[in-house]
């Protein structure tokens, strides 16, 4: 259909307008300007109670609306949210009547501590940092082949919250840990971070597909550290923030020289010792592996070539190339080729009779002599950097076909618009380090506040800046900056130590608060911006299936190693087949769900219906939503109806056959206080008319706890 020349013009019009620079709102400039720490408000009333100066902050901006803080919540109900947010699991019966029954002044003070410091704390932060960097064991795309030492991410950063690594070391490890602290295999494994980009890695388009990977590096990069939406500026300069297209590649090119590796982790003077054993044997087996190559080394080139059919000459061609002589491109590009021409699977299937027999002997000498082959040293999946990496080009209207001109590594423009000053580090290129030490610098004006803001975010459920991976002009503005800068500058003040922000928020007189304000916040501040009450707040998937496990019983605590496979849904299990092989063993199976295995394509059924990400982009918020499927699952799923067995296998172990220390037990491990006497006739009813065995009463009443908004939600 042809346009007419009015309409032309209109759609003209929009399309410059959309493509023309942008005015900067105003207020656009608060994120990148350096902050300073502000002067801590007096009590706007004398009779408010603050705990510290958090409270200060939030009492004041109350008081211009004339609201003031909720009553203090209960010690039943403090110590339950202390122990979800903190720890992630409930506290059993008997933590909840000693914390009750201390009158200590600084008994509370005593309790968040002792959280602080308990190995399952970092179990329950890593999850939001996982989603955050888009954590996963499997590549995505429809081949989602698993990741098997991607497992020593997760570890890693549950050790890094429990030690309490400083902030800005955690993030200097994961940009470039192996350029800054080589001899450290924990920065090693951080290096993870930048390996975690799901991979269609049997694409055959590789020059594009290497520009994918390096844009999702720098777009969840600036996402996680900076809270930037820089991807915006791949194709034009961004049309709200002081990002510019130029400034966009610029942060590319520090990641252009990637370099997968899945390194050793031993120190320099150790690799060079293995790697001094490993020639000398090599040596000695030299003649047994010729002779097993020259087997099966035809019917590996026989598939080699039929995968070589499926590239461009001027791709599978640079395999030909010896290394030395490849461009830094060429070496990216080749490694991309060769992962998949180079057969190195098992191919005895092939091999004719005799020849099998031949391999017989073969492999049982090599046996024998692998014994005197030194041992393998651990490794991890991990990236360093070509020495010398690539152009980095401007591609016009982001299009990698069309490269513009070419630029090097620098910072924002409109933070500190200067180059990058790199130089080699070992074997890479120094630039990862060099964007490292801009990012952790206490002088940048971003990671300091998008890090507390995360913070605010798990224990509020919504950040002091409620986008808090968009810090820009689409963005919110923060409900309290001088709150925000002022937290911010602690951080730093502190050395970075995240459990000291833990600390300050958990234990102020507004993370104390019930959940019932007043009528006038609900008409002033109807989303409680202003934090006129503490906002109750649902479980996670993972939570939930935590405390499943905990109250009944069945929580192996171990931490650390490769990840489980739990049960799924029968009808599920059926479809996932060897996508998902369930673990063996009931123990490991029990895990917390931090250990669960993380499949791109095939999300844990219970976490996604709780709004669990999908992990195949950074996510800084999981918004939650109330569906029929949730309330079905709980009430129908078999794995549930397990847990409420397991649950009242437990009760009757520990107080036998009386129906109401029954009930009395069962209520306390799921609501964490005694049941009242009328829920106490209730559940003894309904045991009373229950039609089925006793058995089959307590599993249906223990099944119908779980189902308690109180179990479901803190208070």
Not at 64 to 82: G, N, Q, S, V, Y
Not at 305 to 325: A, T, W
Not at 429 to 439: E, K, Q
Not at 448 to 473: E, K
Request: hydrophobic share 40%; with cysteine; aromatic share 10%.
């Amino acid at each position: 259909m042809r346009l007419l020349p009015r309409s032309s013009a209109i759609v003209g019009l929009l399309i410059a307008a959309y493509w023309a620079p942008a005015a900067e709102p105003p207020g656009a400039e608060w994120a990148y300007s350096s902050f300073k720490r502000p002067a801590v408000p007096a009590l706007p009333d004398p009779k408010s109670h603050a705990t510290n100066e958090i409270d200060r902050f939030l009492l004041t901006a109350l008081a211009e609306h004339k609201l003031a803080f909720a009553p203090e919540a209960d010690r039943r109900t403090l110590i339950r949210r202390a122990y979800f947010d903190l720890i992630g699991l409930p506290p059993t019966p008997e933590q909840v009547e000693a914390f009750v029954a201390d009158k200590s002044p600084d008994a509370y003070e005593k309790l968040v501590d002792k959280l602080l410091a308990a190995p399952q704390y970092g179990e329950r932060q890593a999850i939001f940092w996982l989603d955050l960097v888009r954590f996963a064991e499997t590549d995505g795309f429809k081949a989602d082949d698993p990741r098997p030492l991607a497992w020593r991410y997760r570890d890693y950063v549950i050790k890094s919250f429990n030690t309490d690594k400083p902030f800005d070391r955690f993030v200097k490890e994961q940009l470039a840990g192996d350029e800054l602290y080589p001899d450290d295999s924990d920065a090693t494994v951080a290096t993870g971070f930048l390996r975690h980009y799901p991979d269609e890695y049997n694409a055959v388009n590789l020059e594009q597909r290497r520009y994918e990977i390096i844009t999702d590096i720098t777009d969840t990069t600036s996402a996680a550290f900076l809270a930037l939406t820089s991807g915006c500026a791949r194709c034009h300069d961004h049309k709200y923030d002081p990002i510019t297209q130029k400034d966009y590649f610029r942060l590319q090119a520090f990641f252009a020289g990637y370099w997968p590796t899945e390194s050793p982790l031993i120190s320099s003077k150790d690799r060079a010792e293995y790697e001094k054993k490993l020639a000398a044997w090599e040596t000695k087996t030299a003649d047994v592996r010729a002779a097993i190559a020259a087997i099966e080394d035809p019917y590996r080139k026989k598939e080699s070539n039929r995968q070589r059919g499926r590239f461009p000459d001027e791709y599978v061609s640079l395999v030909d190339i010896p290394f030395e002589s490849r461009t830094p491109l060429q070496r990216q590009l080749a490694a991309m080729v060769e992962k998949q021409v180079y057969v190195r699977g098992d191919v005895s299937k092939s091999l004719k009779p005799a020849e099998k027999e031949q391999m017989e002997v073969l492999k049982a000498r090599l046996a024998e002599l692998s014994k005197e082959k030194p041992t393998e040293p651990v490794r991890a999946m991990a990236m360093t950097d070509l020495a010398t990496p690539p152009t980095t080009k401007l591609f016009k209207r982001g299009n990698w076909q069309k490269p513009g001109d070419e630029l090097v590594p620098g910072f924002l423009s409109a933070i500190d618009d200067r180059d990058a000053d790199t130089k080699p580090l070992g074997v890479s290129s120094g630039r990862r380090s060099a964007l490292a030490n801009w990012v952790a610098s206490k002088d940048n004006p971003l990671t300091a506040r998008v890090i507390v803001n995360r913070i605010w975010q798990q224990r509020f459920g919504a950040g002091l800046v409620r986008t808090s991976s968009d810090f820009g002009v689409t963005g919110d503005r923060p409900t309290h900056p001088e709150l925000l800068n002022w937290l911010a500058s602690e951080l730093t003040v502190k050395d970075w130590s995240l459990k000291h922000i833990h600390r300050l928020i958990v234990l102020s007189s507004a993370y104390r608060q019930g959940t019932h304000g007043t009528h006038a916040g609900e008409k002033v501040d109807p989303e409680n911006k202003l934090l006129w009450q503490f906002p109750r707040r649902r479980l996670d998937g993972e939570t939930l299936r935590d405390a499943m496990l905990a109250v009944s019983g069945q929580l192996n605590p171990k931490a650390g190693g490769p990840s489980v496979f739990p049960e799924l849904p029968p009808e599920l299990q059926k479809s996932a087949g060897a996508q998902w092989k369930v673990s063996a063993d009931v123990a490991e199976r029990n895990r917390r769900s931090v250990y669960v295995f993380v499949k791109r394509n095939l999300r844990y059924p219970l976490f996604a219906l709780f709004d669990a990400p999908d992990r195949n982009e950074t996510c800084a918020r999981r918004f939650v939503t109330t569906t029929a499927p949730q309330a079905l699952t709980m009430l129908n799923d078999s794995i549930v109806i397990g847990f409420g067995k397991a649950l009242a296998d437990r009760v009757t172990k520990e107080v036998g056959a009386d129906r109401e220390k029954f009930i009395d037990r069962a209520f306390y491990l799921t609501t964490g206080r005694p049941a009242t006497s009328e829920e106490n006739a209730a559940m003894l009813a309904f045991l009373t008319r229950h039609k089925g065995t006793a058995s089959e009463a307590a599993t249906d009443l223990c099944h119908a706890l779980l189902n308690l908004s109180e179990f479901l939600y803190i208070d």
